[in-house]
T-cell receptor
Framework: SAVISQKPSRDICQRGTSLTIQCQVD?????MFWYRQQPGQSLTLIAT?????????ESGFVIDKFPISRPNLTFSTLTVSNMSPEDSSIYLC??????????????FGSGTRLTVV | GIQVEQSPPDLILQEGANSTLRCNFS?????LQWFHQNPWGQLINLFY???GTKQNGRLSATTVATERYSLLYISSSQTTDSGVYFC??????????FGPGTSLSVIP
């Protein structure tokens, strides 16, 4: 299956600042997604990163807070803006692979563990 | 939207024991995956199983799509099996919805 590199792996940030998380895939993919996992919780989809157009956000998530870029088929960034302690979570990117790797399903990066102080 | 339930929410096993984890979903789905999240947060893809049965070593999974459930079997459990097991369904809109997870602890 594909290799997904996510950076940074962890960070501690001051409230009010912003952090940009990068997701790089070693093969072209059709769809890229960003998820949030709050402490002790399951994963929640933030948005779908669309190549060449604006991201599609899920209910409860807005572009001003979580701007997303996807300049090509293998790279995306998620920015967590104006952070507060409630943003402390693991953020993960996920991809849907093109055939013939599609049978592996959705693959996830190793995650970014964010702590806001 | 589709609801995904998992049971049990927590499970403690003695090393070497077997277990069955269950995932129920409320509507038809295009696909279903099982993931293991280890204590370091890494999410590992275990099975991509829209229907039928698959096996990989000590793990196997069965999905009965017509009855909207999937089972994950762990045999001869090891301490490295500890972590959280998530079931995730893929909807007709290509969205992945995660269940709440089963937290497994395997003790020596």
């Amino acid at each position: 299956s594909a290799v997904i590199s996510q950076k940074p792996s962890r960070d501690i940030c001051q409230r009010g600042t912003s952090l940009t998380i990068q997701c790089q895939v070693d093969s072209q993919v059709t769809m890229m997604f960003w998820y949030r996992q709050q402490p002790g919780q399951s994963l929640t989809l933030i948005a779908t990163a669309n190549q060449g157009s604006e991201a599609t956000y899920e209910s409860g998530f807005v572009i001003d807070k979580f701007p997303i870029s996807r300049p090509n088929l293998t790279f995306s960034t998620l920015t967590v803006s104006n952070m507060s302690p409630e943003d402390s979570s693991i953020y993960l990117c996920s991809v849907d692979l093109l055939a013939p790797l599609k049978s592996y399903g959705y693959t996830f990066g190793s995650g970014t563990r964010l702590t806001v102080v | 939207g589709i609801q995904v339930e998992q049971s049990p929410p927590d499970l403690i096993l003695q090393e070497g024991a077997n277990s069955t984890l269950r995932c129920n979903f409320s509507d038809s789905v295009n696909n279903l995956q099982w993931f293991h999240q280890n204590p370091w947060g890494q999410l590992i893809n275990l099975f991509y199983i829209p229907s039928g049965t698959k096996q990989n070593g000590r793990l196997s999974a069965t999905t009965v799509a017509t009855e909207r459930y999937s089972l994950l079997y762990i045999s001869s459990s090891q301490t490295t099996d500890s972590g959280v097991y998530f079931c995730a369904v893929v909807t007709s809109y290509d969205k992945v919805i995660f269940g709440p997870g089963t937290s497994l602890s395997v003790i020596p």
